[in-house]
């Protein structure tokens, strides 16, 4: 693994040879240091072509795993779409603690998966769905990400976190949902998570 800090990078992992490569802004590299000094969990997503996220993972029991996130506009869309990568991948790293912090706070239940999906929309808008627990879980989940500051896109961008709590399995995708039970009949409806489709899912 190499790491290679510089303020002018595209930020993200990339497959070198038989290794990865991570290019980081020099604030990121910073705080990527901190988390490795004080074993934190630390995430940058894909900020484009090219690049893949990065997910540093302690194997503490008991704690929230990251397991992938999902972005579903195509790269075309999000070359267009995502005005300030930077400030999205600041974003999503934002919404892991929120929502790590979270469950943290939350006394020990059965290990599952669970999914965080944002829709963030031009002017900073951004509405939240919270599937695979409790429901005495959703509303602290979405106030702690009610308090984030999205970034400004230049179109709609649907994102999903997956995470896989309390020691739940981790290598069982099939029981895995990877879109909200509220965008299913919308989603079919529109033939994918479209425009089309996000328009029926926050009307």
Same mark, same amino acid.
């Given at each position: ?7 002018? #990078? ?7 040879? =038989? /290794? ?9 590299? +910073? ?13 940058? !997503?894909?900020?484009?072509? /090219?690049?893949?996220? #990065?997910?540093?993972? &302690? =194997?503490? @029991?008991?704690?929230?795993? #990251? ?15 995502? %005005? ?13 603690? +929120? ?23 031009? /002017?900073?808008?951004?509405? &939240?769905?919270? =599937? /695979? ?9 979405? %106030?702690?990400?009610?308090?984030? %500051? ?5 179109? @709609?961008?649907? *994102?999903?976190?997956? *995470?896989?709590? &309390? ?10 949902? *990877? ?6 009949? !919308? ?7 479209? =425009? ?8």
């Amino acid at each position: 693994m190499l790491f290679l800090a510089d303020d002018g #990078f595209r930020e993200g992992a990339a497959i070198v040879e =038989d /290794g990865f490569v991570l290019r980081l802004n020099r604030d990121h590299w +910073a705080s990527l240091r901190q988390a490795i000094l004080a074993g934190h969990s630390w995430m940058i !997503p894909s900020s484009g072509p /090219g690049t893949i996220g #990065f997910l540093l993972e &302690w =194997d503490w @029991p008991g704690k929230a795993r #990251f397991r992938s996130g999902m972005a579903y506009q195509t790269e075309d869309e999000r070359r267009e779409r995502l %005005t300030d990568p930077a400030g999205w991948c600041e974003f999503v790293r934002e919404a892991d603690r +929120a929502i790590t912090a979270e469950i943290d706070s939350q006394r020990s239940r059965s290990g599952c998966p669970m999914i965080a999906s944002a829709i963030v929309r031009p /002017g900073g808008a951004c509405s &939240w769905w919270i =599937d /695979g627990v409790s429901s005495d879980m959703v509303g602290p989940l979405k %106030t702690a990400l009610a308090g984030l %500051t999205a970034p400004e896109v230049g179109g @709609p961008i649907a *994102y999903t976190l997956l *995470y896989h709590l &309390w020691d739940g399995p981790m290598d069982d995708d099939e029981k895995c949902a *990877y879109i909200p039970e509220d965008w299913v009949k !919308p989603v079919s409806a529109s033939g994918g998570i479209n =425009d089309a489709a996000i328009a029926l899912i926050l009307r």
